[in-house]
């Protein structure tokens, strides 16, 4: 099995004190089960044509701009040339902006995880300087950093040998939560009814164990797919 590839290399800096890492996505690539459409008739996947929603006739994908539909209907062009205009250059460097409460970030704005570790053996000991410094201080470094083309604020927490880093989401990305909730009416349950409640939670309470959880579903279907396959191999070679 190949080894995973560094979704980022740079610098980590607090400083002074600056060393090499990379950034390696947290989360298995495994992903949901995709389907591709196919023709039943000849065993091809169907290719999709691009068609103008007006004329309904077919255009050349090349032909096409990028638009940002500003009103029903009406959209502001953008060309390749002003959308690289406007790219921020990334200068491959975290910098280590402040400290703060982890309990001070909301978790609706918690977004994607990363394993930080140092990039060769010279990195090792200025990396460990900064994981033992924020290790004993018992706050959450925020740092900024470029990933495609998009500045991302990121989360730095110790953990083990090196540093969860997590990209956090921005203000404008988190919906209002007032908004959310605030047709819901304002109801005093009956206090013999929260005890019943409080009896039940107290029955389930769990260690959490994520080895536990799976998606059924998901399972399900790479099950089905497996099986599936099984069966079609067996047709072939005139098992079935």
């Known amino acids: 099995m190949a080894a995973p590839r560094p979704s980022w290399q740079g610098h980590l800096r607090l400083s002074l004190v600056t060393c090499p890492v990379a950034l390696y996505n947290a989360i298995s690539p495994r992903g949901d089960v995709h389907f591709n459409l196919i023709n039943p008739d000849t065993g091809n996947r169907i290719r999709m044509i691009t068609v103008d929603a007006g004329t309904e006739k077919p255009v050349e994908r090349k032909k096409l701009v990028k638009g940002f539909e500003i009103s029903k209907g009406e959209y502001v062009t953008i060309t390749p040339e002003e959308i690289e205009s406007v790219r921020l250059e990334s200068n491959r460097t975290i910098d280590i902006d402040e400290f ?141």
């Not at 500045?151 to 990305?173: F, K, M, Q, V, Y």
């Not at 107290?202 to 959880?213: N, V």
């Open 100 to 240: 703060v409460p982890a309990e001070d970030i909301d978790r609706l704005y918690w977004d994607h995880p990363y394993f930080l570790v140092p990039d060769g053996k010279m990195a090792a000991e200025p990396f460990a300087v900064i994981r033992e410094a924020m290790e004993k201080t018992g706050r959450v470094a925020l740092g900024r950093v470029v990933m495609s083309q998009r500045e991302r604020l990121l989360a730095l927490e110790p953990r083990d040998h090196g540093i969860i880093a997590t990209t956090l989401r921005s203000n404008d990305e988190v919906r209002d939560i007032k908004k959310a909730f605030d047709d819901i009416p304002n109801v005093r349950p009956a206090r013999d009814m929260i005890a019943i409640a409080e009896k039940i939670m107290g029955q389930k309470e769990a260690a959490f164990d994520p080895e536990r959880f799976e998606d059924r579903y998901e399972v399900a279907l790479r099950k089905l797919i497996r099986e599936k396959q099984t069966r079609n191999e067996k047709c072939v070679l005139g098992l079935a």
